[in-house]
């Protein structure tokens, strides 16, 4: 009874507490007749500041995601410079990824003993050359006989490092979208909102499809300047020319423009910048929405009447008074398009529209697999091991996603 | 005080720093004739002085004042007539600020003018610290280090009564108690060192120990700065406490100005009389207050005599008495007429009835010769 006073005292009216606990009224305070209470109490204005719930560690499921997705990412992406070194074989440097013996295809998983082996040993012994020992097959080869784990390793990190990049860029161009959309208001947000509709309403593939095959011409154009030579040649040549004067022409334009030397490595990077902006490109549209609705209730409230009060410009509003207040929903929506776009990676890499074989993704090597289970002969790890990287992945990320929802969107906390 | 009449004829000592002319604004109505919130305003004000805009709720006090600011996004507001000019100082020219771009305007806002807002709550940025908060208004305006002005807003913040600024400039406006943000938003508006402050119903979400606290900072701010100060309020008592002169609105348009005491004691026109009427008064008996449609019903009570004889109370819901010609839109059938020398009345503008000089009341002289001798 004491204690328990004695710590509403200190909170409250000093004076009053004792009354609503029925005793008599005294003068001399409880802190000087109170024995040490085994409960501390400190007074409220003393009370060193609580420290904040970290996002990441909030919530299990989260910590568990957090947990997987480090021990993925970080084997997928550390691994990146050994398996993008090159190997010898036969005679030629080839990344390896992609060195493999014929002889090995389709081994079964070292630790799968039940499965035939097509390959007999004698000749798997009598061509050791590969770099990559048929001892090592983890998770087994492919038709071509190259390591899967390998090949899921450097897959992994190509859609990571995809669906990162691709998740960042739609991120920056929905806030910003979002954000001169809400802040500017009437005519301008009802015309840019009215674009996101139109561009909602498509089919999602159909547009992604559409920006990568748009992108990828242009990329085709910028590789072979065929065009920039059309018109070199146009410039030179007036209505129509003989056969002979015209080939004299071309050659000529060949050597004045000339298609420009891309080495395989720029030329798979470059294919791998056409996809982020594809994918990018298309999942900002929900960031956007969101951000919009938010600066919309934000702009209304007082400080940033009072910001404008002191002379700030609308920039410098947007910037330094609104933006810091998104980055709640930010995180959250960011953390939640991760996912999404390893997800669309894959998805465009399975139909064979993203990763380019030979590169490997998740995406390709599930695509690769999936002919390969048939009722004569399954070779299962195949189509198992790359779906399972997809999927472990993807849920320990949406884990994390909820996880920095559920701490920062106060709204949608757990009941 | 004996003699309040006095103070309108003493030739101006001071130069005033915010002269508004005819104000007129109005917005955007979808579909229908522009809404006209602001109609005919001049208000003069000076150094030192506090000018109270008393009003009820939508009588045109705030859009006034962000007007004066040029606050208000245009469209849907538009400032159809009238001027804002800010005195020059120095070698610098009088500016008005109805003409100015916007660039210009961002240099006058914080710097010569400062505001501070009725929510005290939700007028801090959550996401800074208040010391982040106030350095922004410093190093918007002036050339000053982070050190330089973080040390000018610890001085900020210790003027407006913050204790341990040094502590406190760190911590979030959550941490902060409504007065105690009240008076961050203080430090923030003065950092500067403005020459007017708008104040728009600074006390009005605070309760009235702190509301007191708050206006007594203000008026002493007001006094150490020679600051020319604007006090929105609707609160007749906040008038008293704080106001010397006030300017008495209803529907966008200037009813009544004059000194405060003369406000008090000598209301001419019944609207005034009709908000002195609805305050409850200590002891006394009466059941009920009267409401202002009461008092304004009597058309009887609506002759003011003024100076060059007389005339009727400007009131928008009574027909305009018969001699008045001019037209309610361009804002001629309503004239603010000086009734005796430095207390000027709306009413309605009929033949012998024409606008002499803008209300211009420099009462700090006044004011000083009162107290030294109250």
Same mark, same amino acid.
């Given at each position: 009874?004491?204690?328990?006073?004695?710590?509403?005292?200190?909170?409250?009216?000093?004076?009053?507490?004792?009354?609503?606990?029925?005793?008599?009224?005294?003068?001399?305070?409880?802190?000087?007749?109170?024995?040490?209470?085994?409960?501390?109490?400190?007074?409220?204005?003393?009370?060193?500041?609580?420290?904040?719930?970290?996002?990441?560690?909030?919530?299990?499921?989260? %910590?568990?995601?957090? =947990?997987? !997705? &480090?021990?993925? /990412?970080? +084997?997928? *992406?550390?691994?990146?410079?050994?398996?993008? @070194?090159?190997?010898?074989?036969?005679?030629?440097?080839?990344?390896?990824?992609?060195?493999?013996?014929?002889?090995?295809?389709?081994?079964?998983?070292?630790?799968?003993?039940?499965?035939?082996?097509?390959?007999?040993?004698?000749?798997?012994?009598?061509?050791?050359?590969?770099?990559?020992?048929?001892?090592?097959?983890?998770?087994?080869?492919?038709?071509?006989?190259?390591?899967?784990?390998?090949?899921?390793?450097?897959?992994?990190?190509?859609?990571?490092?995809?669906?990162?990049?691709?998740?960042?860029?739609?991120?920056?161009?929905?806030?910003?979208?979002?954000?001169?959309?809400?802040?500017?208001?009437?005519?301008?947000?009802?015309?840019?909102?009215?674009?996101?509709?139109?561009?909602?309403?498509?089919?999602? %593939?159909?547009?992604? =499809?559409? !920006? &990568?095959?748009? /992108?990828? +011409?242009? *990329?085709?154009?910028?590789?072979?300047?065929? @065009?920039?030579?059309?018109?070199?040649?146009?410039?030179?040549?007036?209505?129509?020319?003989?056969?002979?004067?015209?080939?004299?022409?071309?050659?000529?334009?060949?050597?004045?423009?000339?298609?420009?030397?891309?080495?395989?490595?720029?030329?798979?990077?470059?294919?791998?910048?056409?996809?982020?902006?594809?994918?990018?490109?298309?999942?900002?549209?929900?960031?956007?929405?969101?951000?919009?609705?938010?600066?919309?209730?934000?702009?209304?409230?007082?400080?940033?009447?009072?910001?404008?009060?002191?002379?700030?410009?609308?920039?410098?509003?947007?910037?330094?008074?609104?933006?810091?207040?998104?980055?709640?929903?930010?995180?959250?929506?960011?953390?939640?398009?991760?996912?999404?776009?390893?997800?669309?990676?894959?998805?465009?890499?399975?139909?064979?529209?993203?990763?380019?074989?030979?590169?490997?993704?998740?995406?390709?090597?599930?695509?690769? @697999?999936?002919?390969?289970?048939?009722?004569?002969?399954?070779?299962?790890?195949?189509?198992?091991?790359?779906?399972?990287?997809?999927?472990?992945?993807?849920?320990?990320?949406?884990?994390?996603?909820?996880?920095?929802?559920?701490?920062?969107?106060?709204?949608?906390?757990?009941? | 005080?004996?003699?309040?009449?006095?103070?309108?004829?003493?030739?101006?000592?001071?130069?005033?720093?915010?002269?508004?002319?005819?104000?007129?604004?109005?917005?955007?109505?979808?579909?229908?004739?522009?809404?006209?919130?602001?109609?005919?305003?001049?208000?003069?004000?000076?150094?030192?002085?506090?000018?109270?805009?008393?009003?009820?709720?939508?009588?045109?006090?705030?859009?006034?004042?962000?007007?004066?600011?040029?606050?208000?996004?245009?469209?849907?507001?538009?400032?159809?007539?009238?001027?804002?000019?800010?005195?020059?100082?120095?070698?610098?020219?009088?500016?008005?600020?109805?003409?100015?771009?916007?660039?210009?305007?961002?240099?006058?806002?914080?710097?010569?003018?400062?505001?501070?807002?009725?929510?005290?709550?939700?007028?801090?940025?959550?996401?800074?610290?208040?010391?982040?908060?106030?350095?922004?208004?410093?190093?918007?305006?002036?050339?000053?280090?982070?050190?330089?002005?973080?040390?000018?807003?610890?001085?900020?913040?210790?003027?407006?009564?913050?204790?341990?600024?040094?502590?406190?400039?760190?911590?979030?406006?959550?941490?902060?108690?409504?007065?105690?943000?009240?008076?961050?938003?203080?430090?923030?508006?003065?950092?500067?060192?403005?020459?007017?402050?708008?104040?728009?119903?600074?006390?009005?979400?605070?309760?009235?120990?702190?509301?007191?606290?708050?206006?007594?900072?203000?008026?002493?701010?007001?006094?150490?700065?020679?600051?020319?100060?604007?006090?929105?309020?609707?609160?007749?008592?906040?008038?008293?406490?704080?106001?010397?002169?006030?300017?008495?609105?209803?529907?966008?348009?200037?009813?009544?100005?004059?000194?405060?005491?003369?406000?008090?004691?000598?209301?001419?026109?019944?609207?005034?009389?009709?908000?002195?009427?609805?305050?409850?008064?200590?002891?006394?008996?009466?059941?009920?207050?009267?409401?202002?449609?009461?008092?304004?019903?009597?058309?009887?009570?609506?002759?003011?005599?003024?100076?060059?004889?007389?005339?009727?109370?400007?009131?928008?819901?009574?027909?305009?008495?018969?001699?008045?010609?001019?037209?309610?839109?361009?804002?001629?059938?309503?004239?603010?007429?000086?009734?005796?020398?430095?207390?000027?009345?709306?009413?309605?503008?009929?033949?012998?009835?024409?606008?002499?000089?803008?209300?211009?009341?420099?009462?700090?002289?006044?004011?000083?010769?009162?107290?030294?001798?109250?």
């Amino acid at each position: 009874m004491r204690a328990a006073s004695l710590k509403i005292q200190l909170l409250s009216v000093p004076a009053r507490a004792p009354y609503l606990h029925g005793m008599a009224p005294q003068r001399t305070t409880a802190l000087d007749s109170a024995p040490p209470s085994a409960e501390r109490s400190v007074l409220a204005i003393m009370a060193p500041s609580r420290a904040r719930a970290n996002p990441l560690t909030h919530s299990i499921a989260g %910590v568990i995601g957090i =947990v997987v !997705l &480090a021990l993925i /990412a970080a +084997s997928c *992406l550390f691994s990146l410079p050994w398996t993008l @070194g090159t190997v010898e074989s036969g005679g030629a440097q080839i990344p390896r990824y992609n060195a493999g013996e014929i002889a090995d295809a389709r081994t079964p998983p070292m630790w799968w003993g039940a499965g035939p082996r097509r390959v007999p040993a004698d000749s798997v012994a009598s061509s050791p050359s590969s770099g990559v020992s048929s001892e090592s097959f983890l998770l087994g080869s492919d038709a071509l006989g190259r390591s899967l784990l390998i090949r899921l390793l450097t897959g992994g990190g190509v859609s990571l490092t995809i669906g990162l990049a691709a998740a960042f860029l739609s991120v920056v161009i929905g806030t910003a979208y979002g954000m001169i959309s809400g802040f500017m208001g009437g005519r301008v947000d009802a015309v840019m909102m009215r674009i996101v509709d139109i561009l909602y309403g498509l089919p999602y %593939v159909l547009l992604v =499809v559409l !920006l &990568a095959v748009a /992108a990828d +011409s242009v *990329l085709a154009e910028y590789i072979s300047r065929e @065009g920039s030579r059309a018109a070199w040649i146009a410039d030179r040549s007036s209505g129509l020319l003989d056969p002979a004067a015209r080939a004299a022409l071309e050659s000529q334009a060949i050597a004045a423009v000339p298609p420009r030397q891309v080495s395989p490595t720029g030329r798979t990077l470059l294919d791998l910048g056409v996809l982020l902006i594809a994918i990018g490109g298309v999942s900002w549209l929900t960031m956007a929405r969101v951000i919009r609705g938010q600066v919309l209730s934000l702009k209304q409230l007082p400080f940033v009447e009072s910001a404008r009060a002191i002379g700030a410009s609308r920039r410098r509003i947007i910037l330094v008074h609104l933006l810091p207040n998104l980055v709640g929903p930010i995180t959250v929506y960011a953390a939640l398009t991760v996912p999404q776009a390893i997800l669309q990676e894959s998805f465009l890499s399975f139909l064979g529209i993203g990763v380019k074989p030979p590169l490997p993704s998740w995406g390709n090597l599930a695509a690769e @697999g999936l002919p390969e289970l048939n009722p004569f002969q399954s070779h299962w790890w195949l189509l198992l091991f790359p779906c399972l990287a997809l999927g472990v992945t993807l849920l320990a990320l949406n884990f994390v996603g909820e996880g920095v929802r559920e701490s920062l969107d106060p709204k949608r906390a757990r009941a | 005080m004996s003699n309040p009449t006095q103070a309108g004829h003493e030739a101006p000592t001071l130069k005033p720093v915010l002269t508004v002319r005819d104000l007129a604004v109005s917005f955007d109505n979808r579909g229908g004739p522009r809404l006209r919130a602001v109609d005919s305003v001049s208000v003069t004000m000076y150094p030192g002085q506090t000018l109270a805009v008393v009003g009820e709720s939508g009588c045109g006090k705030s859009v006034t004042a962000l007007t004066m600011m040029r606050l208000i996004p245009s469209p849907p507001s538009r400032v159809d007539r009238g001027s804002i000019v800010l005195a020059g100082e120095d070698e610098r020219p009088d500016r008005d600020l109805v003409t100015l771009d916007e660039r210009a305007l961002r240099a006058i806002r914080g710097r010569e003018i400062a505001m501070i807002f009725q929510e005290p709550m939700t007028s801090l940025n959550p996401v800074f610290t208040v010391g982040e908060q106030i350095t922004e208004a410093i190093r918007l305006h002036q050339s000053a280090t982070r050190a330089q002005a973080r040390e000018i807003a610890i001085a900020a913040m210790d003027e407006v009564g913050i204790t341990s600024p040094r502590q406190r400039l760190d911590q979030y406006p959550h941490q902060f108690s409504g007065g105690m943000r009240q008076r961050v938003m203080i430090a923030m508006a003065l950092a500067c060192k403005p020459r007017v402050l708008l104040a728009d119903e600074p006390t009005t979400a605070l309760d009235v120990t702190i509301q007191a606290q708050i206006l007594d900072l203000i008026t002493s701010l007001r006094a150490s700065h020679r600051l020319s100060v604007m006090l929105i309020t609707h609160d007749m008592g906040v008038v008293a406490q704080a106001a010397d002169v006030v300017c008495v609105m209803y529907a966008g348009r200037v009813v009544e100005y004059a000194r405060v005491d003369a406000i008090f004691a000598t209301p001419r026109h019944p609207y005034t009389r009709a908000l002195l009427a609805c305050i409850p008064r200590p002891g006394s008996r009466a059941s009920r207050l009267a409401t202002i449609r009461e008092v304004m019903d009597d058309r009887g009570a609506m002759r003011v005599e003024t100076a060059g004889g007389s005339a009727t109370a400007w009131w928008p819901w009574h027909d305009a008495p018969a001699g008045v010609t001019g037209s309610q839109e361009l804002g001629t059938d309503y004239a603010l007429v000086e009734a005796n020398p430095g207390h000027w009345v709306g009413v309605w503008r009929s033949e012998g009835v024409t606008p002499g000089r803008s209300p211009d009341l420099d009462w700090t002289v006044a004011r000083n010769a009162t107290r030294i001798a109250g």
